[in-house]
């Protein structure tokens, strides 16, 4: 068993699974599964049907073959675009019989379903590709019906062909609205149906494999996962904050390998030799070793070429963005590193509060921590450096109280999880000693995790700033915090995920020396707060609400539909530091003048409920001149908010002012502006942060300037050290 992880895993089409473009040639789909494949599939059967392991163990039988059917043709065709409602009752044969083909480790049938499918993708990009040598008439009433969740299957081609005719309507004139010319289009839309055709012809077995042990997987609750070697060693990385290659993000772009951001502090930015939309079209390993011509590779090779042990070096041939396709490429050098992903680091900030209302100004600090990481194997090498969430953040924290800031943010937005080891101790930085997380396992044993370390990183004022994305790990943290009423909870109800999962190495049991038959992220249990209540299915509701940029009908854990019920348990003996109820009514009312007068905030307001009205339309309309009067209608508001930042003096970087559809795929875009345009919004305004922060100074001060109401909310506070002022 490796770390126990609370991250989220969201489940993506197959097609999603390939990267854009074509592969190296060495690793064609093989006709029927491999003899390791075929053990892999005993090993996850013997696994997610035993209750020693699995949370929630279920019968692999006839019922549950059934299901497993739906969910792999779901995961081959989400949006029913390529298989006809004949195609998929030529499937029903196999109904009754995936569940003897997963025991038997024949899963023969996912090749033959997976067969049929790349054909009838084939068909259809060829007849939307047919469709780009005429034209399009965009003046009549026609609507494309985009949301295909909920609908049948299409009864034939025929109708599928009417289907695509629209999507190809709907693509043209994007881009005619954009401004480009015919000609443009036809060519800019031929290479996009090419490449997603491209990408399915390119997908490996592994990829077909896992894709159809996850539609078992699936059906025994939504966060069990099955990982080949390669996306396990990805995830792993992820959750350990680190690699060891040259620090840069790469990216499919036509048949080319592109460079699309560098690492901070890796060795490909170090060098000043790379840069955003140069183009990868050699590899070499050493100072010596044969170059290897790349292009046309998947991005997922071209990676795993590049990567390597710390203190080996790589060669690269580079054709610089700027430069014509044919350029001679440029030979660069470069020595691999351990990198630590910076994206996914806390980071540090601060938000200076004005004085208002006879308050002084404050200041608040902000830590935003988009993962709870932590590098499990350099932690057990004693590796005093190794990356962990908790030790960034109580570095950042050191830091506020040197310079006596007057509250703390701490900003679990997006959040979607990580280590539960990590959720622990970060709760330890903010609380005494005392229990964190409940964790009830599947024969009803329950054990308490406790931080045992005496102190505190800040005793000060805190809030945990929430939204629908923030998820597991950042439920354990918000809900003990709310539980001991050790802070305050803002934002939107979190995502409800209270179950947690464990990385299982399939090759423990042959003990293979290399990796042969991949991970299984198994749910091994459910966690509770503090309190007793779980988190499942209904998350953590804040103690002052933003509006829910979510509909929780579209995102979440209650969308599953074989997620776990909510429930509670006993609760854990724990010290009450305050108890916010009845400060909240003045917290809102306070929050309420405050944003009917903040221009920032209503407009983030008025765009989540555009958001939200487009959302539940489900098509939009073929007809140009409606489809640009929509345009003109949301380039008028673009305009008129950029003349009132102006009279307000809200700097913007001209880099986001223009925000119009350019009908364009991100792959199909200028690297450079776009990695350009991404760091600019990275550094604009944000007014829910800075809202949350104002929140936070209101209670400060309210608590500050009464003492009976101070006495009520804050009663173990005051005598423990807490939220002094």
């Not at 892999?40 to 039988?61: C, E, F, I, K």
């Not at 693509?171 to 010319?181: F, H, N, P, Q, S």
């Not at 400060?700 to 173990?716: H, M, N, R």
């Amino acid at each position: 068993m490796l770390a126990l992880s609370l991250g989220l895993a969201l489940a993506a089409p197959l097609a999603l699974l390939a990267r854009a473009g074509a592969g190296n040639g060495s690793d064609a789909l093989p006709s029927a599964p491999t003899s390791d494949q075929a053990t892999t599939s005993r090993l996850v059967y013997g696994l997610l049907s035993d209750s020693r392991y699995a949370y929630r163990p279920r019968a692999l039988d006839d019922a549950l073959s059934q299901d497993i059917l739906k969910r792999y043709l779901d995961t081959l065709d989400p949006g029913k675009v390529f298989l006809t409602a004949q195609d998929v009752a030529g499937f029903s044969k196999y109904a009754t019989r995936l569940d003897d083909a997963i025991k038997s480790g024949q899963v023969d049938p996912a090749w033959a379903m997976f067969a049929l499918y790349r054909q009838r993708v084939g068909e259809r990009i060829g007849y939307a590709r047919g469709l780009l040598k005429g034209g399009f008439d965009f003046s009549g009433n026609e609507r494309y019906e985009y949301d295909r969740k909920d609908v049948p299957w299409a009864a034939n081609g025929a109708a599928l062909d009417a289907l695509w005719k629209q999507s190809v309507k709907n693509d043209w004139l994007r881009l005619k609205l954009a401004g480009k010319k015919p000609d443009e289009i036809r060519k800019t839309l031929d290479k996009r149906y090419a490449n997603m055709l491209d990408s399915i012809n390119e997908l490996k077995g592994d990829e077909v494999f896992q894709s159809f042990l996850n539609a078992y997987a699936a059906a025994i609750d939504p966060h069990t996962d099955y990982m080949t070697p390669r996306s396990a060693t990805n995830f792993n990385m992820t959750i350990s904050n680190s690699l060891e290659g040259i620090g840069a993000v790469l990216f499919k772009q036509d048949d080319m390998v592109v460079v699309r951001e560098m690492v901070p502090g890796g060795p490909a930015l170090r060098s000043g030799k790379l840069k955003p939309g140069d183009r990868i079209v050699g590899v070499g390993q050493g100072a010596s070793g044969e170059m290897k011509d790349v292009i046309g590779w998947r991005t997922d090779d071209v990676v795993d070429l590049i990567r390597g042990a710390a203190n080996t070096q790589v060669r690269l041939d580079v054709v610089a963005a700027e430069a014509p396709l044919d350029s001679k490429p440029v030979r660069v050098l470069l020595t691999r590193a351990k990198v630590r992903l910076e994206d996914a680091r806390a980071k540090a900030e601060s938000i200076s509060l004005p004085a208002a209302n006879g308050e002084p100004a404050r200041r608040i600090g902000v830590i935003k921590l988009p993962g709870f990481y932590q590098d499990v194997e350099a932690r057990r090498r004693r590796d005093d450096d190794y990356a962990s969430a908790t030790k960034d953040v109580a570095r950042m924290l050191a830091q506020f109280r040197a310079q006596k800031m007057d509250g703390v943010v701490l900003d679990l937005r997006g959040n979607g999880g990580g280590s539960l080891s990590e959720a622990i101790e970060l709760t330890g930085l903010f609380i005494d000693k005392g229990p964190v997380v409940q964790v009830r396992e599947s024969g009803g044993r329950v054990s308490v995790e406790d931080d045992d370390k005496p102190g505190v990183a800040w005793d000060g004022p805190l809030a945990v700033l929430v939204n629908r994305g923030s998820a597991s790990a950042s439920e354990i943290v918000a809900g003990a915090i709310q539980d001991y009423g050790r802070g305050l909870v803002i934002g939107e109800t979190t995502f409800g995920k209270g179950t947690v999962q464990n990385m299982v190495d399939l090759d423990r049991w042959p003990a293979n020396e290399e990796p042969r038959f991949g991970q299984v992220k198994l749910t091994i249990a459910q966690f509770f707060r503090p309190g007793g209540s779980s988190t499942q299915n209904k998350g953590v509701v804040p103690d002052v609400a933003f509006p829910a940029s979510v509909d929780a009908s579209e995102y979440g854990e209650s969308t599953y539909d074989n997620a776990l019920p909510w429930t509670r348990i006993a609760a854990a003996p724990h010290v009450q530091y305050g108890n916010f109820a009845g400060l909240l009514g003045k917290l809102d009312a306070r929050h309420d003048a405050r944003i009917a007068k903040d221009v920032e905030f209503q407009w983030w307001v008025e765009d989540v409920a555009k958001f939200r009205e487009e959302q539940a339309k489900k098509s939009v309309s073929l007809n140009e001149a409606e489809r640009r009067a929509e345009r003109d209608k949301f380039d008028a508001q673009r305009k008129q908010r950029a003349e009132q930042r102006k009279q307000l003096g809200i700097a913007l970087d001209p880099l986001l002012d223009d925000a119009s559809d350019d009908g364009l795929q991100a792959s199909e875009r200028n690297v450079a502006k776009d990695v350009a345009r991404e760091e600019a919004a990275k550094k604009s305004r944000d007014p829910l942060l800075r809202e949350s922060a104002a929140i936070l100074g209101d209670a400060i001060g309210l608590l500050g300037a009464d003492a009976k109401l101070s006495a009520q909310v804050l009663p173990q506070a005051r005598s423990a050290g807490h939220w002094t002022d």
